[in-house]
């Protein structure tokens, strides 16, 4: 009996340990993180609406739901959303930036664990570019008979971006 008892207290004192080391290292890293987060987002909407020089958010009571963008002197440039669907095997996220006409200015996918090689390239310009001037309204994946060339390899992942704009954009339609 002794030979279980004097093993697991020892045990016992390194978990102990070891997760108050963690639990200071969270709490000195975390206001870093999140500061980092909200700089990354800032990037990312300043990326797909270039023209702003601020951003004013529109929320519905928990969450904001898209932001306007501004010049210096105050006209409104644009709007900017995000937007999340699952593709092949992760959720992708895509932040869209639209016109005063409502015609996607730029989108970029911020968030996104797809194959690599194949799904992974829908963060390549190449494959962001093809929305510029658009209508969301109306994107399709060119399987699906629309204009948004796949993937090679990765029409899922396309499909997802695509169908995320259009669903969301229609969603946020009657507010814009």
């Given at each position: 009996?002794?030979?279980?008892?004097?093993?697991?207290?020892?045990?016992?004192?390194i978990c102990v340990i070891?997760?108050?080391?963690?639990?200071?290292?969270?709490?000195?890293?975390?206001?870093?993180?999140?500061?980092?987060?909200?700089?990354?987002?800032?990037?990312?909407?300043?990326?797909?609406?270039?023209?702003?020089?601020?951003?004013?958010?529109?929320?519905?009571?928990?969450?904001?739901?898209?932001?306007?963008?501004?010049?210096?002197?105050?006209?409104?440039?644009?709007?900017?959303?995000?937007?999340?669907?699952?593709?092949?095997?992760?959720?992708?996220?895509?932040?869209?930036?639209?016109?005063?006409?409502?015609?996607?200015?730029?989108?970029?996918?911020?968030?996104?664990?797809?194959?690599?090689?194949?799904?992974?390239?829908?963060?390549?310009?190449?494959?962001?570019?093809?929305?510029?001037?658009?209508?969301?309204?109306?994107?399709?994946?060119?399987?699906?008979?629309?204009?948004?060339?796949?993937?090679?390899?990765?029409?899922?992942?396309?499909?997802?971006?695509?169908n995320a704009i259009r669903?969301?954009?229609?969603?946020?339609?009657?507010?814009?």
């Open positions: 009996m002794k030979d279980f008892i004097r093993p697991t207290l020892v045990l016992l004192i070891s997760g108050a080391i963690l639990a200071f290292i969270y709490q000195q890293t975390a206001p870093l993180i999140a500061e980092n987060k909200l700089k990354a987002e800032e990037a990312a909407r300043r990326l797909v609406l270039p023209d702003a020089e601020f951003f004013k958010p529109v929320s519905d009571s928990s969450e904001v739901l898209y932001y306007e963008g501004y010049s210096a002197d105050s006209t409104l440039v644009g709007y900017i959303f995000s937007c999340v669907q699952y593709g092949y095997s992760s959720d992708v996220k895509t932040i869209v930036g639209l016109t005063p006409e409502l015609m996607i200015s730029a989108i970029t996918v911020v968030s996104q664990a797809e194959t690599p090689g194949l799904g992974a390239n829908c963060t390549k310009d190449d494959f962001t570019a093809q929305f510029t001037g658009k209508n969301p309204d109306n994107i399709y994946v060119d399987k699906d008979g629309g204009d948004i060339q796949s993937l090679t390899g990765a029409t899922i992942t396309t499909r997802a971006v695509t669903d969301a954009f229609q969603k946020l339609q009657d507010r814009l």
